[in-house]
């Protein structure tokens, strides 16, 4: 019995994770027996699932360094302060989602099923400690998101985006494990830790070691949507459920940094050289065809696909200067970019109705008359994602392009100031939109008031983190580097 005791006591690290995985069961099952008039329930579950999640990981001991299940698992700094900040987003997402989902009779357990199971293939790629455990909670997270983008299964356009997602996905699983095996060939390890070593002893003539690699940042780079691994994000944004497309553009964000840490940062931190000059590569090309693809769209998720793929190169920029700074500052991008993005999916749930998606950009024409609050609100969300002072999004741009200054590629932050530049317009256009043009219909706001207070204090968070950026950024630091 005592062995039995040590043995649960000794994986105390993996609650939250069991937690959300038994959770995602329990839902399931009382959803099936539920009628349709208490779907609600379904959520109010979920949500108690994420608050449980929650206390379990804020209870566990905040240790520099945690390695069990002999190396699969982590525990670490990061891996507390990216779980805490998961679960707030897929609570955010689930309650954005709840009214969009009653309008258009999609009130089912699936989806908060689903959306657990992406969670939990979130954690298990931020806790990785080994080249399996990371592909294993890739292709979690993967596949819960494939059949959440397929969730209306009216929807022929949902079906189509999909099969797209899914199809491409599988190609780049592939690519993700053939780059593992190659490593393994290379190194005979698929633990992080050892891998550091035997890769920091390597020398840049290891052509296997470089050729995995190379597979690997292509696997990442699909994770995360950087050109030319982008092709995806447009038609699945485009075509999911605006509930789907909130849910993506947020918490995955998340998994994708992680990915990018334990793999390149920690795993494979000794070729350095080498990841530093495909990212590169990489980051440019995804903020130039971000930026300047975005102008041209009419519709306003295409639009915020091709934004997501212009952030993602400046994420890139930070985690490319392969210094403490750089990391932290990549961190605190991606956080504050989540937040983002899912506040401005959240005025199109705001805005949606029966029948009305309220996706093209003519449909904001007039906010302002209509709803001067939200108007100010979307303002907020395009100020802080153009990375207009004092909103948090400016900052974020400035400390990773500082990071980058700090490793003498001032050229670099050059291309990223312009590319900024550039990027404002299709922002300040929405703001044009909503300010001076005439609404095109007389369709008013039905959305309930916990979503409004909900969705203004996602606002107005972004001013207030703009202010007091320097105490999110120590977070951030901290968790990179503890010592």
Excluded at 31 to 46: H, K, V
């Amino acid at each position: 019995m005592n062995a039995m005791t040590m043995h649960w006591a000794d994986l105390w690290p993996v609650y939250p994770e069991a937690f959300v995985l038994a959770a995602a069961c329990v839902i399931l099952l009382v959803d099936i027996a539920l009628p349709r008039n208490y779907r609600r329930l379904t959520e109010l579950l979920a949500i108690l699932a994420l608050v449980g999640a929650s206390w379990l990981t804020a209870q566990q001991e905040y240790t520099p360094h945690l390695s069990l299940l002999h190396g699969f698992f982590v525990l670490d700094p990061m891996a507390h302060v990216l779980k805490l900040f998961a679960y707030a987003l897929v609570a955010l997402a689930f309650f954005y989602s709840r009214e969009y989902l009653e309008r258009l009779n999609l009130m089912r357990g699936e989806y908060y099923m689903l959306g657990l199971t992406a969670l939990l293939g979130i954690m298990v790629i931020i806790s990785a400690g080994s080249l399996l455990t990371v592909y294993i909670g890739v292709e979690l997270l993967a596949l819960s998101q494939y059949a959440m983008v397929a969730f209306n299964r009216e929807s022929g356009v949902a079906a189509e985006s999909a099969m797209k997602y899914f199809v491409l996905g599988a190609v780049a699983s592939g690519i993700l494990l053939y780059g593992i095996s190659i490593i393994y060939g290379v190194t005979g390890t698929f633990a992080l830790e050892p891998l550091t070593h035997i890769v920091t002893q390597s020398t840049a003539q290891n052509v296997g070691l470089l050729f995995g690699l190379a597979f690997i940042v292509v696997g990442i780079a699909f994770k995360f949507g950087a050109v030319p691994f982008h092709m995806w994000i447009p038609d699945v944004y485009h075509g999911a459920p605006t509930c789907v497309t909130l849910f993506i553009s947020s918490a995955p964000k998340l998994a994708a940094f992680a990915l990018a840490m334990r793999v390149l940062a920690e795993g494979l931190g000794g070729a350095n050289v080498a990841w530093q000059q495909m990212l590169i590569v990489l980051s440019i090309a995804s903020m130039g065809i971000g930026n300047i693809v975005a102008i041209a769209q009419t519709n306003l998720k295409r639009m915020l696909a091709y934004s997501a793929i212009s952030h993602v190169g400046f994420i890139l920029l930070g985690i490319l200067a392969a210094t403490p700074e750089g990391y932290s500052a990549a961190m605190f991008y991606t956080l504050t970019y989540t937040l983002m993005a899912i506040g401005s999916f959240g005025v199109i749930l705001l805005l949606a109705d029966r029948g009305f998606e309220a996706d093209s950009i003519d449909d904001y024409k007039g906010l302002n008359d209509k709803s001067p609050w939200f108007a100010l609100m979307m303002l907020f969300f395009m100020f802080s994602t153009a990375g207009v002072p004092p909103f948090v999004g400016f900052f974020a741009k400035l400390y990773v392009i500082q990071a980058v200054l700090h490793v003498n590629m001032a050229w670099l932050a050059v291309v990223a100031v312009l590319f900024s530049v550039i990027g404002a317009f299709y922002y300040l256009r929405i703001i044009k939109v909503m300010y001076f043009d005439k609404a095109a219909d007389g369709r008013t706001i039905h959305a309930n008031l916990g979503f409004r207070i909900m969705l203004s204090v996602n606002a107005v968070a972004l001013l207030i983190l703009g202010i007091y950026n320097g105490r999110l950024l120590d977070v951030c630091i901290r968790a990179i580097h503890p010592g």
